[in-house]
């Protein structure tokens, strides 16, 4: 097989995939102290490179 991007594609990573909705959560912190920021939603582009419509508005164009 040619490597044609060397050991790129050497190492194949297989993950579970979980269904449900996607948060984001962030915190400050001095080092000692947290301080949690409001939990905000995550909304995934239709394709691959942030391209497309997010997801969550195509299910609601769908569901109508």
């Known amino acids: ?12 990573v297989i ?10 959560i962030h915190v400050l ?4 102290t ?3 920021l409001p939990t905000v939603r995550d909304h995934k582009a239709a394709y691959d490179g942030d391209v ?4 969550d508005q195509l299910k609601k164009a ?3």
């Open 34 to 36: 947290l301080i949690p």
């Open 29 to 32: 912190t001095d080092g000692q």
């Open 15 to 24: 993950e579970e995939f979980l269904t449900g909705t996607e948060v984001s």
């Open 1 to 12: 097989v040619k490597k044609t991007f060397g050991d790129a594609g050497s190492k194949v």
């Open 52 to 55: 497309g419509p997010l997801l």
């Open 62 to 64: 769908k569901s109508k």
